[in-house]
């Protein structure tokens, strides 16, 4: 089935620092990618929506100067955290939407996480 | 955007018991409800799912029932084991985004 690889799975930085998180469809071509943010004992709240060659879209609340997101190949989305803050400590998770994998789950597959840790 | 509600946000069983858990959605374009299990720290994994055209969906002991007129969907697992402790969130979609419920404990006394 489709894999999505997201890398690192976790990273402590110093405030004030950027982070950069990778996520690859490793078997299929992600038009579309997703990136959510999990809170402990939180649901996952989606952050944004990248189109492969354009623009991300942001949901209401989410600062695209602050989280960066970049689509620039079919098989790789970056989200980069900028002058990141303790309170950006959280699971940030992508996912991939696989449209040519069938049915068997929308095409939505997800990539493992990364914790991040802003000391 | 679409809004997804769940209930409860805690639930406790006894180990053979059935477990229920239920959420609204408020955008009717919604077209696909899937249900996901997290273990602390991993990522969500996809338990079943339904699409609107479908009422109710089964795989062993776990079913999905959508309800499109009052828009809302429900799963239940009977005969519950101790290994279906985690935590369940519901999800639904329209053309692309998905939208998680904010998620239930599901906790199987032994």
């Known amino acids: 089935g489709a894999v999505v ?36 004992k939180q649901s996952l709240m989606l ?67 990364t914790r991040l840790t802003v000391v | 955007g679409e809004n997804v509600e769940q209930h409860p946000s805690t639930l406790s069983v006894q180990e053979g018991d059935s477990a229920v858990i239920k959420c609204t959605y408020s955008d009717s374009a919604s077209n696909y409800f899937p249900w996901y299990k997290q273990e602390l720290g991993k990522r969500p994994q996809l338990i079943i799912d339904i699409r609107s055209n479908v009422g109710e969906k089964k795989d062993q002991r776990i079913a999905v029932t959508l309800n499109k007129t009052a828009k809302h969907f429900s799963l239940h697992i009977t005969e519950t084991q101790p290994e279906d402790s985690a935590v369940y969130f519901c999800a639904a979609t329209g053309a692309n985004n998905l939208f998680f419920g904010t998620g239930t404990r599901l906790t199987v006394i032994p």
């Open chain 1, 47 to 113: 952050m944004a929506t990248s189109n492969e060659g354009s623009k991300a879209t942001y949901e209401q609340g989410v600062e695209k100067d602050k989280f960066l997101i970049n689509h620039a190949s079919l098989t790789l989305s970056t989200l980069t955290v900028t002058s990141a803050h303790p309170e950006d400590s959280s699971f940030y998770i992508c996912s991939a939407r696989d449209i040519e994998g069938g049915w068997a789950n929308y095409g939505y597959t997800f990539g493992s996480g």
């Open chain 1, 5 to 40: 690889s997201q890398h690192p799975s976790r990273v402590i930085c110093k405030s004030g620092t950027s982070v950069k998180i990778e996520c690859r469809s490793l078997d299929f071509q992600a038009t579309t990618m997703f990136w959510y943010r999990q809170f402990p």
